[in-house]
Each structure stands twice: as C-alpha cells, then as structure tokens.
C-alpha cells in the first residue's frame, strides 16, 4: 500500500521540519531586546502552510503512480483531493478541505489562524500519510 516512488521529496523529513516551527524556542522581539521562549503564531501559520504543501507533493506522487486521476500538469490542492477523495483511504478529509481555505487566507491574505487549529492541519496531514503509507505509522 505504501508508495512506490523513491525519488522525490523525503517526506518524513520535510514534516519534521514543518512540525519544528512550532517548539518552544528562544526569538528576539523586535525593537526591545526581549526574549520569548514561545512560537509565534506566524510560525504556527507557516508550519501549517507548509504541511498543506506537503499533502500536495503527496498527493501528487500517488496521482503519478496511477492511484488516481487528476488532469493538469499542476493541479491545485483542492483539485487533487477532490479527485482522491473516492480512490484513497482518507482519515481526516472533512477536516483538511476546511483548511485549505485556512490556509489560502494565510498565504495571500496574511490572515492568520489560532495556533490549535494549525496544530490540527498538521496532525491531519500527517495521519493522512501515515494511512497511505508514505510516512510509517509508529
């Protein structure tokens, strides 16, 4: 069930950096010279961005291998999903198509989301990988 595909993007990798903006840290506030040792809510937003990224390589990868149909040399995330919807096992895909709205709010917009739903996005992109097979499920 797993994907068959070797070359392309590490994807266990690529989540592990996006899951990484969000721990605790020290950051410089601007202007003041203070401290934080909290994530900012810009980095949840981008962590989360950047999983929704993720899904879509995924996504891609399975439509290359033949999982699904999808036309268009880029098919956009909604697209994608829409086309796997009936072909793929998903766990969560109520939830991520809420977030791709979330998420186009942030990337051209700059609107930006609370910290617990970003948290979700990215938890449910990582259960939909680990259910196809492309991350192993722990």
């Not at 203070?34 to 993720?54: D, K, T, V």
């Not at 891609?60 to 268009?72: A, Q, T």
């Amino acid at each position: 069930m797993g994907s068959t595909c070797q070359d392309g993007p590490d994807f266990q990798k690529e989540l592990d950096a996006a899951k990484a903006l969000t721990n605790t840290q020290t950051y410089l506030l601007s202007g003041n010279g203070f401290f934080s040792s909290q994530a900012s809510i810009e980095s949840f937003n981008l962590a989360s961005l950047l999983a929704f990224a993720i899904l879509q390589q995924a996504l891609n990868r399975l439509k290359n291998e033949g999982r699904f149909n999808c036309k268009g040399k880029r098919p956009l995330l909604g697209t994608l999903m829409e086309k796997a919807k009936d072909k793929l096992i998903w766990r969560e895909y109520e939830l991520l198509s809420a977030g791709i709205g979330v998420r186009n709010d942030f990337a051209h917009e700059a609107k930006l989301a609370p910290k617990d739903d970003c948290l979700k996005y990215i938890q449910a992109v990582e259960n939909e990988l680990k259910g196809w097979g492309i991350l192993e499920d722990k």
